[in-house]
């Protein structure tokens, strides 16, 4: 198989996933996937939660609230190097996700900070996130427990 | 719904993986100088890790110039005990400073460098230097250490003494409050550093370098220990307290990049017997010399630069280098009464290939600006959280008006190296830094928005670069395709003044700038 051959098998893919979330309507083509938690100990260390959003609309939205029954709150934040070459951490109020885009949750970029821990995260285990969207709403993905 | 998600994500995954197996495939480009690359041929450890680049590992872009003794870690292990890296002879060290409470960039780094030395098997050590001794007290670390991987020792001490180690590794760090009462981040730089079986510093990992790069630069290490030690004695890292002996001078050579031709500007951190030598007066004379030490050329005087907010100062010297290969240098400065002299460790002047040349003429072709390509950031960068400031202006523009502008050849999607991408974000934060200047991203390859992914022409192990790449002399033996990324400075003249390929630092860059910017 050649690589345009395979790159044409990889947007058909992507045409699925946006056939797919334009049949669920509650989401109006937003779609959440690969949604995975770092280990954590429970109480005043922070953990970490990762994701990737797919919005197969024709509408730009963006992410603007998350909760989790594990955490006392969730917050969006943003890793970015600074003019010193120091990596540092700034909460976000948002995480737009243009019309036809994706935007991915990952080491090093934006991230979610699950603050509060209840219990005590453990690789195999399973974390609720509860996500808001500002046109598509309310969308639950389940985050696997994993080192990365 | 959860299980239809479960389904295209399993599909997609899927075919994700097909399409990386097939770009992995593809023939291996070669890239870099001859000289200084080690090949990832599959089959090696290197190529076994995940994340395994299809392009041959450019050792110049780790490894320092020259080696220097490691600076020492004399903190506590979480048994409170005594921690001496001395204890590791014998055994390659990677060591890198963090905090516990750090969600996303530690964990990061502690599941590569884990990954690194699984892949490795056995010999390597990893040190985790706590940057937040307020919180990582020894108590915590005994609970913390279930969640590191084996081979891992967590260290911390007191604030002074986390201070002083820092500094000594030339690492900085900042509390950040967060506005809740009590809570905090830390700031920190994310480099890895790699030490060597006999303790002498070898090179550094920057934040984002992966796992298979590592390994095939710890290989590259162990294959080949040092013949002797640095010349330098001591040789300190760029913020080092550490002092000199008497009459003698510490040489360490900070730029990244140094070319083979004209007047290639050399970053210099120079200590003396009271440590690094901060004299914005001094004028430090400069000899290049042969790798046996034959004086080559006529002494130069280097320039000292400060730049702002930077409590450092630095020597550049404008060197001529008649050809690639390796070199030394001699320096000689006045301090006070004294005159003093060292010798630098041997370093490598880099073929500069079809590249335009330092002192030339910067290429009369136009960058695509998004105002080209009506507005449509997509069309000029596949940056996701891309900063329009750096697709305002075409170079053509800057050549117009005679300002001065950096270009940065770079691609955040199609990454050919595991330092793609890395050039766009330094340029995201020193256009902040330096608003006179302009900062130009351009996509070094040809692709196509297809139903909006961008789409690659060719393939990652064969991209094709488009004329504006070409025009910058890519494409041309030693620097193919797959030499990503570059970043042109150019003068308010037209001048081409520096040039880089592959990780650049960020005070490397800054250093340059605040040169130029006070006429140099």
């Known amino acids: 198989m050649n690589t345009r051959a395979v790159i044409a098998f990889f947007l058909g893919s992507l045409l699925l996933l946006a056939g797919c979330s334009a049949g669920a309507s509650a989401t109006a083509g937003v779609t959440v996937g690969g949604a995975w938690a770092r280990p954590a100990a429970a109480g005043d260390q922070p953990g970490a939660a990762y994701l990737t959003i797919t919005n197969g609309g024709g509408q730009a939205d963006a992410l603007v609230g998350v909760t989790s029954p594990v955490a006392g709150s969730v917050e969006m934040h943003e890793t970015s190097m600074d003019s010193s070459g120091m990596m540092g951490m700034h909460p976000v109020e948002r995480i737009d996700v243009p019309a036809g885009g994706v935007v991915k949750l990952e080491p090093g970029g934006y991230h979610l900070m699950l603050m509060g821990l209840t219990r005590e995260l453990r690789v195999g285990d399973t974390v609720e996130l509860d996500l808001t969207f500002e046109h598509a709403g309310k969308v639950t993905v389940t985050a696997d427990v994993r080192q990365g | ?520």
Request: glycine letters at 10%.
């Open chain 2, 1 to 520: 719904m959860t299980r239809a998600i479960r389904l295209v994500a399993l599909i997609v995954a899927g075919t994700l993986v097909l399409l990386m197996g097939v770009v992995l495939r593809g023939p291996a480009p070669s890239g870099g100088e001859p000289a200084a690359t080690a090949s990832t041929s599959a089959g090696s450890p290197a190529a076994t890790a995940s994340g395994a680049p299809s392009a041959p590992v450019d050792l110049a872009a780790y490894l320092y110039p020259q080696a220097r003794p490691a600076p020492g870690l004399a903190l506590l292990d979480p048994d409170a005990r005594p921690f001496s890296l001395g204890g590791l002879r014998g055994q390659l060290a990677l060591v890198f400073f963090g905090y516990t409470h750090c969600p996303d960039v530690c964990p990061a780094t502690i599941g590569t460098v884990g990954e690194a030395m699984r892949a490795y098997g056995g010999g390597v050590q990893a040190v985790f230097v706590t940057v937040d001794p307020e919180r990582d007290t020894t108590a915590w670390l005994q609970q913390y250490r279930q969640y590191l991987p084996a081979g891992f020792t967590p260290l911390t001490g007191t604030a002074d003494e986390i201070r002083a180690t820092a500094d000594a590794w030339g690492v900085r760090y900042a509390r950040v409050d967060t506005g809740t009462p009590g809570e905090y981040s830390m700031s920190h730089t994310a480099d890895v550093y790699l030490v060597d079986q006999d303790g002498e510093l070898r090179g550094r990992f920057p934040f984002g370098t992966d796992s298979a790069t590592m390994v095939a630069v710890l290989h590259a290490v162990a294959a080949a220990p040092l013949a002797s030690p640095s010349i330098t004695p001591s040789g300190p890292p760029a913020t080092a307290a550490a002092t000199q002996p008497s009459g003698a001078l510490g040489v360490e050579i900070v730029s990244s990049s140094i070319w083979a031709g004209r007047s290639s500007p050399v970053i210099l951190a120079i200590s003396g017997p009271a440590g690094r030598l901060a004299d914005p007066s001094l004028r430090p004379t400069v000899q290049l010399m042969a790798a046996d030490g034959a004086p080559v050329g006529d002494p130069v005087s280097a320039i000292p630069v400060q730049p702002p907010g930077v409590a450092a100062v630095s020597y550049v010297a404008s060197l001529s280098v008649p050809s690639a290969g390796t070199w030394r240098l001699a320096v000689t400065a006045q301090s006070g009464a004294l005159p003093l002299s060292g010798t630098s460790g041997l370093f490598t002047a880099r073929d500069p290939g079809a590249t335009p040349a330092i002192g030339g003429a910067a290429p009369q072709i136009h960058t695509p600006t998004v105002g080209d390509v009506g507005g449509d950031l997509r069309e000029v960068t596949t940056d996701p959280i891309a900063d329009p400031r750096l697709s305002q202006r075409s170079t053509t523009d800057a050549l117009a008006d005679h300002v001065p502008f950096v270009l940065v050849l770079d691609s955040t999607r199609f990454r050919v190296t595991s330092a793609c991408g890395r050039a766009v974000i330094l340029a995201k934060y020193l256009l902040q830094r330096w608003p006179d200047i302009t900062f130009i991203h351009h996509e070094p390859y040809r692709y196509s928005i297809v139903t909006d992914t961008p789409v690659l022409e060719g393939s990652l192990a064969d991209p094709v670069l488009t004329d504006v790449a070409t025009a910058w002399g890519l494409g041309t033996p030693p620097w193919d395709a797959a030499s990503m990324p570059w970043i042109f400075i150019v003068d308010g003249n037209g001048t081409v003044r520096a040039k880089y390929q592959g990780v650049v630092g960020s005070d490397d860059v800054d250093v340059i700038l605040s040169w130029l910017a006070q006429g140099g």
